[in-house]
Protein backbone atom coordinates (compact mmCIF):
# COMPACT_ATOMS: atom_id res chain seq x y z
CA UNK A 1 0.00 0.00 0.00
CA UNK A 2 1.46 3.31 -1.03
CA UNK A 3 1.93 6.74 0.17
CA UNK A 4 -0.31 5.33 3.64
CA UNK A 5 0.36 8.30 5.55
CA UNK A 6 -2.50 9.87 3.12
CA UNK A 7 -5.07 7.34 4.71
CA UNK A 8 -4.86 7.24 8.04
CA UNK A 9 -7.89 5.08 9.03
CA UNK A 10 -5.98 1.78 7.28
CA UNK A 11 -3.46 1.63 9.86
CA UNK A 12 -6.61 0.73 12.32
CA UNK A 13 -7.25 -2.20 10.46
CA UNK A 14 -3.87 -3.15 9.91
CA UNK A 15 -3.73 -3.39 13.55
CA UNK A 16 -6.50 -5.66 14.13
CA UNK A 17 -5.42 -7.89 10.87
CA UNK A 18 -1.73 -8.25 12.37
CA UNK A 19 -2.96 -9.12 15.64
CA UNK A 20 -5.26 -11.83 14.55
CA UNK A 21 -2.48 -13.11 12.24
CA UNK A 22 -0.60 -13.81 15.20
CA UNK A 23 -3.60 -15.62 17.38
CA UNK A 24 -4.30 -17.75 14.61
CA UNK A 25 -0.61 -18.75 12.98
CA UNK A 26 -1.11 -16.63 9.48
CA UNK A 27 1.68 -15.21 8.24
CA UNK A 28 0.78 -12.77 6.21
CA UNK A 29 2.73 -9.63 5.30
CA UNK A 30 1.69 -6.14 4.75
CA UNK A 31 4.35 -3.58 2.77
CA UNK A 32 3.60 -0.07 3.49
CA UNK A 33 5.05 2.54 1.95
CA UNK A 34 5.27 6.54 1.79
CA UNK A 35 6.96 9.54 0.43
CA UNK A 36 6.12 11.56 3.37
CA UNK A 37 7.88 10.31 5.92
CA UNK A 38 6.86 12.87 9.17
CA UNK A 39 3.56 11.97 8.67
CA UNK A 40 3.83 7.68 7.96
CA UNK A 41 6.07 7.56 10.79
CA UNK A 42 3.46 9.42 13.01
CA UNK A 43 0.71 6.83 12.02
CA UNK A 44 2.82 3.91 12.19
CA UNK A 45 3.99 4.67 16.01
CA UNK A 46 0.49 5.65 17.06
CA UNK A 47 -1.15 2.68 15.54
CA UNK A 48 1.56 0.11 15.06
CA UNK A 49 3.96 -0.15 17.57
CA UNK A 50 5.48 -3.38 18.46
CA UNK A 51 3.82 -4.65 14.90
CA UNK A 52 6.19 -3.42 12.08
CA UNK A 53 10.00 -3.33 10.76
CA UNK A 54 10.79 0.53 9.61
CA UNK A 55 13.10 0.13 6.85
CA UNK A 56 14.29 3.35 4.90
CA UNK A 57 14.82 3.17 1.09
CA UNK A 58 17.12 6.07 0.01
CA UNK A 59 17.76 6.75 -3.88
CA UNK A 60 19.91 4.34 -6.07
CA UNK A 61 23.62 3.75 -4.35
CA UNK A 62 26.38 4.13 -7.15
CA UNK A 63 26.67 0.74 -7.19
CA UNK A 64 22.92 0.11 -8.38
CA UNK A 65 23.46 2.83 -10.91
CA UNK A 66 26.77 1.21 -11.92
CA UNK A 67 25.10 -2.15 -12.94
CA UNK A 68 22.55 -0.62 -15.00
CA UNK A 69 24.81 2.18 -16.54
CA UNK A 70 28.13 0.95 -16.47
CA UNK A 71 29.55 3.46 -18.88
CA UNK A 72 28.05 6.33 -16.40
CA UNK A 73 30.81 9.33 -15.63
CA UNK A 74 31.49 10.42 -12.87
CA UNK A 75 30.15 14.51 -12.97
CA UNK A 76 26.91 12.46 -14.56
CA UNK A 77 26.03 10.92 -11.70
CA UNK A 78 26.55 13.66 -9.28
CA UNK A 79 24.01 15.52 -11.67
CA UNK A 80 21.20 13.01 -11.90
CA UNK A 81 22.14 11.87 -8.07
CA UNK A 82 19.75 8.69 -7.30
CA UNK A 83 16.30 8.98 -8.45
CA UNK A 84 15.16 6.16 -11.02
CA UNK A 85 13.57 8.18 -13.14
CA UNK A 86 15.95 10.59 -13.92
CA UNK A 87 18.12 8.02 -15.14
CA UNK A 88 15.48 5.91 -17.33
CA UNK A 89 14.66 9.51 -18.43
CA UNK A 90 17.93 10.73 -19.41
CA UNK A 91 19.26 14.25 -18.98
CA UNK A 92 16.83 15.49 -21.29
CA UNK A 93 13.75 15.10 -19.21
CA UNK A 94 16.04 15.90 -15.73
CA UNK A 95 15.48 19.30 -15.60
CA UNK A 96 11.27 19.18 -15.81
CA UNK A 97 11.28 16.11 -13.29
CA UNK A 98 13.34 17.18 -10.04
CA UNK A 99 11.28 21.06 -11.06
CA UNK A 100 8.32 19.04 -10.78
CA UNK A 101 10.06 16.76 -7.35
CA UNK A 102 10.97 20.28 -5.63
CA UNK A 103 7.25 21.70 -6.29
CA UNK A 104 5.21 18.86 -5.96
CA UNK A 105 7.09 17.21 -3.09
CA UNK A 106 9.51 19.57 -0.73
CA UNK A 107 7.54 22.69 -1.22
CA UNK A 108 4.19 20.97 -0.68
CA UNK A 109 5.38 19.06 2.33
CA UNK A 110 6.28 21.75 3.90
CA UNK A 111 3.71 23.75 3.75
CA UNK A 112 1.75 20.62 5.00
CA UNK A 113 4.02 20.22 7.84
CA UNK A 114 4.92 23.66 9.16
CA UNK A 115 3.42 27.04 8.37
CA UNK A 116 5.46 28.28 5.82
CA UNK A 117 4.10 31.80 6.05
CA UNK A 118 6.94 33.19 3.28
CA UNK A 119 7.44 30.79 0.01
CA UNK A 120 10.17 32.78 -0.91
CA UNK A 121 12.15 32.82 2.01
CA UNK A 122 11.81 29.08 2.10
CA UNK A 123 13.05 28.85 -1.35
CA UNK A 124 16.18 30.93 -0.67
CA UNK A 125 16.68 28.94 2.48
CA UNK A 126 17.26 25.70 0.78
CA UNK A 127 18.95 26.86 -2.17
CA UNK A 128 21.39 28.40 0.14
CA UNK A 129 21.50 25.47 2.20
CA UNK A 130 22.71 23.89 -1.29
CA UNK A 131 25.09 26.51 -1.34
CA UNK A 132 26.76 24.73 1.95
CA UNK A 133 26.87 21.17 1.18
CA UNK A 134 30.44 20.06 3.36
CA UNK A 135 29.85 23.17 5.43
CA UNK A 136 28.79 23.44 8.69
CA UNK A 137 25.81 24.42 9.42
CA UNK A 138 25.27 28.04 10.75
CA UNK A 139 21.74 28.82 11.70
CA UNK A 140 22.74 32.08 12.84
CA UNK A 141 24.03 33.14 9.69
CA UNK A 142 21.16 31.60 7.15
CA UNK A 143 18.94 33.16 9.69
CA UNK A 144 20.50 36.97 8.62
CA UNK A 145 20.55 36.03 4.77
CA UNK A 146 17.27 34.54 4.55
CA UNK A 147 15.61 37.12 6.60
CA UNK A 148 14.00 34.43 9.09
CA UNK A 149 14.32 33.60 12.85
CA UNK A 150 16.59 31.16 13.79
CA UNK A 151 14.04 29.09 15.48
CA UNK A 152 12.26 29.58 12.05
CA UNK A 153 15.19 28.24 10.24
CA UNK A 154 15.83 25.11 12.89
CA UNK A 155 12.30 24.26 11.63
CA UNK A 156 12.67 23.94 8.21
CA UNK A 157 16.03 21.80 8.94
CA UNK A 158 14.32 19.19 11.15
CA UNK A 159 11.35 18.91 8.42
CA UNK A 160 13.67 18.68 5.64
CA UNK A 161 15.67 16.03 7.73
CA UNK A 162 12.42 14.51 8.62
CA UNK A 163 11.20 14.00 4.75
CA UNK A 164 14.80 12.75 3.95
CA UNK A 165 15.99 15.90 2.08
CA UNK A 166 18.92 16.59 4.01
CA UNK A 167 20.75 15.65 6.80
CA UNK A 168 23.53 16.21 9.30
CA UNK A 169 26.82 14.68 9.91
CA UNK A 170 27.84 15.18 13.69
CA UNK A 171 31.57 15.83 14.78
CA UNK A 172 33.62 13.39 16.42
CA UNK A 173 33.77 13.96 20.01
CA UNK A 174 36.41 11.57 22.00
CA UNK A 175 38.50 12.50 25.30
CA UNK A 176 41.60 12.81 23.29
CA UNK A 177 43.01 16.21 24.93
CA UNK A 178 42.08 17.86 21.25
CA UNK A 179 39.80 20.83 20.67
CA UNK A 180 37.56 19.74 18.75
CA UNK A 181 34.37 20.64 16.47
CA UNK A 182 31.35 21.03 17.96
CA UNK A 183 28.90 21.75 15.00
CA UNK A 184 27.38 19.53 12.38
CA UNK A 185 27.75 19.86 8.61
CA UNK A 186 25.16 19.70 6.21
CA UNK A 187 24.66 17.14 3.46
CA UNK A 188 21.57 16.49 0.68
CA UNK A 189 20.21 12.71 0.32
CA UNK A 190 20.55 13.16 -3.43
CA UNK A 191 23.17 15.72 -5.16
CA UNK A 192 20.82 15.30 -8.29
CA UNK A 193 18.25 17.47 -6.29
CA UNK A 194 21.00 19.68 -4.66
CA UNK A 195 22.41 20.34 -7.85
CA UNK A 196 19.05 21.26 -9.66
CA UNK A 197 18.78 24.02 -6.39
CA UNK A 198 22.56 25.07 -7.20
CA UNK A 199 21.37 25.75 -11.16
CA UNK A 200 24.16 22.86 -12.51
CA UNK A 201 21.95 22.06 -15.40
CA UNK A 202 24.67 20.00 -18.04
CA UNK A 203 27.69 17.86 -17.28
CA UNK A 204 29.81 20.66 -18.89
CA UNK A 205 28.35 23.04 -15.83
CA UNK A 206 29.39 20.38 -13.12
CA UNK A 207 33.14 19.72 -14.43
CA UNK A 208 33.64 23.29 -13.93
CA UNK A 209 31.85 24.52 -10.81
CA UNK A 210 33.44 25.44 -7.77
CA UNK A 211 31.15 22.91 -5.44
CA UNK A 212 32.10 19.67 -7.16
CA UNK A 213 34.00 18.61 -4.39
CA UNK A 214 31.67 18.97 -2.32
CA UNK A 215 28.69 16.99 -4.23
CA UNK A 216 31.66 14.57 -4.87
CA UNK A 217 31.81 14.34 -0.97
CA UNK A 218 28.35 14.20 -0.45
CA UNK A 219 27.70 11.20 -3.03
CA UNK A 220 30.62 8.90 -1.13
CA UNK A 221 28.64 9.72 2.37
CA UNK A 222 25.46 8.63 0.92
CA UNK A 223 26.84 5.64 -0.21
CA UNK A 224 28.23 4.86 2.81
CA UNK A 225 24.57 5.55 4.11
CA UNK A 226 22.96 3.60 1.75
CA UNK A 227 24.98 0.68 2.35
CA UNK A 228 23.68 0.39 5.62
CA UNK A 229 20.18 1.22 5.03
CA UNK A 230 20.12 -1.63 2.28
CA UNK A 231 21.22 -3.96 4.98
CA UNK A 232 18.40 -2.81 7.30
CA UNK A 233 20.41 -0.76 9.46
CA UNK A 234 21.72 2.86 10.28
CA UNK A 235 25.14 3.80 9.82
CA UNK A 236 27.04 5.60 12.56
CA UNK A 237 29.22 8.40 10.83
CA UNK A 238 31.33 11.34 11.99
CA UNK A 239 33.56 13.80 10.85
CA UNK A 240 36.50 14.99 12.61
CA UNK A 241 37.84 18.46 12.56
CA UNK A 242 40.03 19.67 15.40
CA UNK A 243 41.42 23.50 16.41
CA UNK A 244 44.38 23.43 14.35
CA UNK A 245 41.94 22.81 11.39
CA UNK A 246 43.36 19.01 10.64
CA UNK A 247 40.40 17.48 9.04
CA UNK A 248 38.87 13.65 8.11
CA UNK A 249 35.95 13.45 5.79
CA UNK A 250 34.03 10.43 7.43
CA UNK A 251 34.48 8.52 11.04
CA UNK A 252 32.71 4.91 10.91
CA UNK A 253 31.47 3.89 13.87
CA UNK A 254 31.86 0.18 14.09
CA UNK A 255 29.31 -2.26 15.83
CA UNK A 256 32.64 -3.59 17.95
CA UNK A 257 33.37 -0.08 18.93
CA UNK A 258 36.30 0.33 16.72
CA UNK A 259 36.37 3.13 13.75
CA UNK A 260 37.52 3.32 10.37
CA UNK A 261 38.52 6.99 8.56
CA UNK A 262 38.40 7.80 5.19
CA UNK A 263 39.22 10.70 3.12
CA UNK A 264 37.06 11.73 -0.03
CA UNK A 265 39.43 13.72 -2.90
CA UNK A 266 37.33 14.74 -5.97
CA UNK A 267 40.57 14.64 -8.03
CA UNK A 268 41.40 11.70 -10.33
CA UNK A 269 45.40 11.95 -9.84
CA UNK A 270 46.27 10.31 -6.72
CA UNK A 271 48.80 11.95 -4.13
CA UNK A 272 50.32 10.13 -0.77
CA UNK A 273 49.70 14.07 0.81
CA UNK A 274 46.02 12.64 0.82
CA UNK A 275 47.14 10.08 3.77
CA UNK A 276 47.91 13.40 6.19
CA UNK A 277 45.67 14.16 8.30
CA UNK A 278 44.68 10.20 8.37
CA UNK A 279 47.88 8.93 9.62
CA UNK A 280 47.50 11.90 12.84
CA UNK A 281 44.38 10.45 13.64
CA UNK A 282 45.86 6.83 13.83
CA UNK A 283 48.51 8.43 16.08
CA UNK A 284 45.59 9.83 18.48
CA UNK A 285 43.47 6.75 18.24
CA UNK A 286 45.50 3.88 18.16
CA UNK A 287 44.65 0.13 17.57
CA UNK A 288 40.79 1.73 18.04
CA UNK A 289 41.21 2.79 14.41
CA UNK A 290 41.41 -0.43 12.18
CA UNK A 291 40.97 0.98 8.70
CA UNK A 292 41.82 4.20 7.00
CA UNK A 293 41.49 4.73 3.27
CA UNK A 294 41.66 7.43 0.47
CA UNK A 295 38.26 7.18 -1.47
CA UNK A 296 38.96 9.28 -5.31
CA UNK A 297 37.92 9.76 -8.67
CA UNK A 298 40.84 8.74 -10.02
CA UNK A 299 41.98 4.70 -11.48
CA UNK A 300 44.58 3.66 -9.57
CA UNK A 301 43.65 1.28 -7.00
CA UNK A 302 45.26 -0.52 -3.49
CA UNK A 303 42.79 -1.69 -1.81
CA UNK A 304 44.55 -3.17 1.14
CA UNK A 305 42.47 -3.15 4.80
CA UNK A 306 45.02 -0.35 6.41
CA UNK A 307 45.60 2.77 4.08
CA UNK A 308 44.76 1.93 0.97
CA UNK A 309 43.06 4.00 -1.79
CA UNK A 310 40.19 3.35 -4.71
CA UNK A 311 37.84 4.44 -6.89
CA UNK A 312 34.52 5.36 -5.34
CA UNK A 313 32.94 3.16 -7.22
CA UNK A 314 34.93 0.65 -6.11
CA UNK A 315 34.63 1.23 -2.42
CA UNK A 316 33.51 -1.76 -0.02
CA UNK A 317 32.54 -1.49 3.08
CA UNK A 318 32.56 -4.30 5.19
CA UNK A 319 29.17 -5.22 6.88
Known amino acids: MDEAQNFPEIFSYLQVAVDEDRMSGNERRFIVTGSNNFSLMQRITQSMAGRTAVMSLLPLSTEEIMSAYPDAKTSEMLLCGGYP ?20 YIEKDMRSLVNVKDL ?14 GQEFNASALSIEVGVSVPTIKNWLSVLSASYVVYLLQPYYA ?20 SFLLGINTVDQ ?19 LKHGANLGRQETLFFYRDKSQREVD ?9 LEAYEVKAGMTFSVDYFKHLH ?13 AVVYDGNQENPQSINGYCNFRHLRLEP
Open 120 to 133: QAFQMFIRLAAGRI
Open 175 to 194: NIGKRLAKTPKLYFYDTGLA
Open 85 to 104: AIWSGGLDGRQILLSNYYTT
Open 250 to 258: VLRLMPEGT
Open 280 to 292: YLQSLLGERLKRT
Open 206 to 224: MEVHPLRRNLFENMVLNDM
